[in-house]
């Protein structure tokens, strides 16, 4: 079974631009979380999207925004970029929203804004 | 708020000695806890939870709501243990959000 897809790996943007990243789930989970790491802030939870709708959001400006497809894969975009926004951006997937099943985490896209 | 905290970013051991990463939790209603490994170039792994009360790869971590901790625990380490290892709670009606604690480096020396 193959894991949790993120595309692309790695990523320069420069500031203002916008930038959208993708994540596969693995077949037959409805969950997609996104989390961003950074060496400050370490691990931090974006939004939840489950069939479709975002069910959780973090404390992250609206500039982060994201989306979830009928298959079940999801988009995050950043726009307006800004330095801050470097990090390496997480998507992990799950059977359902809640619950008790484990989360699965994909190796992460890394953004670097110049 | 909700906060995981670990309060060693670097733990360094020897060999066949015996390990404990620490976690401490705030929160107030039923949390359910996690340990998640990070070793090198590959991806965030689930380790443990606690709902399971398993040991994986000679760890285990109990669930102590007194002191809220999640420490996780093995006897001897060894060098393929080491890692970066993060603490994480969900907490009720939040979906699969997870808050982390800011990660511990296990480095464990031949």
């Known amino acids: 079974k193959a894991g949790v897809t993120q595309t692309p790996r790695y990523l320069i943007k420069t500031r203002g631009q916008q930038v959208t990243l993708s994540c596969s789930p693995i077949s037959g989970h409805r969950s997609v979380s996104w989390y961003q790491q950074t060496p400050g802030q370490g691990l931090q939870f974006l939004f939840e999207y489950f069939s479709e709708t975002q069910r959780n959001k973090g404390n992250f400006p609206g500039r982060f925004s994201g989306r979830q497809f009928s298959n079940s894969r999801s988009e995050m975009n950043v726009s307006t970029l800004e330095l801050g926004d470097s990090a390496l951006y997480l998507c992990?997937?799950?059977?359902?929203?809640?619950?008790?099943?484990?989360?699965?985490f994909g190796d992460g896209t890394r953004l670097s804004i110049l | 708020a909700q906060r995981v905290t670990q309060p060693e970013k670097l733990l360094s051991v020897f060999k066949g000695a015996p390990v404990e990463l620490k976690c401490n939790y705030s929160?107030?209603?039923?949390?359910?806890l996690f340990w998640y490994v990070q070793y090198s170039r590959q991806r965030l792994q689930l380790l443990l939870r606690?709902?399971s009360r398993e040991s994986i790869k000679g760890f285990t971590a109990d669930l102590n709501k007194g002191e809220t901790s999640f420490h996780l625990k093995k006897p001897f380490a060894q060098e393929e243990d080491s890692a970066m290892y993060y603490c994480a709670l969900k907490f009720d009606n939040a979906g699969n959000m997870l808050t982390f604690g800011g990660g511990t480096r296990l480095m464990v020396k031949p």
């Open positions: 992990a997937s799950s059977l359902e929203a809640g619950g008790r099943q484990p989360q699965h």
């Open positions: 929160y107030s209603g039923s949390p359910e």
């Open positions: 606690h709902i």
